[in-house]
């Protein structure tokens, strides 16, 4: 579950701060990041990832709410 929960928080960091590249050099994309910061974005997202999974495991685990519950109180 943290895997997952890693993975979707990646896609939603990875846009943050992006800059454009401001000298376009033949056979380069345009619309390629100047500075990508990735290990920046990999730490933000593994706290971030953390945060929820703890928040998840908390819900599930020690309140014992199941996923059955929810819908069902939803009204799915």
Do not use: C, S
């Amino acid at each position: 579950m943290y895997l997952v929960i890693w993975w979707l928080t990646l896609f939603a960091v990875l846009p943050w701060g992006v800059r454009r590249t401001e000298q376009n050099e033949a056979g380069h994309d345009p619309g390629a990041p100047a500075n990508p910061m990735l290990l920046k974005k990999a730490i933000i997202t593994t706290v971030i990832a953390a945060i929820i999974w703890g928040a998840a495991f908390v819900f599930f685990r020690i309140y014992g709410f199941t996923l059955l519950e929810m819908i069902d109180k939803v009204g799915f």
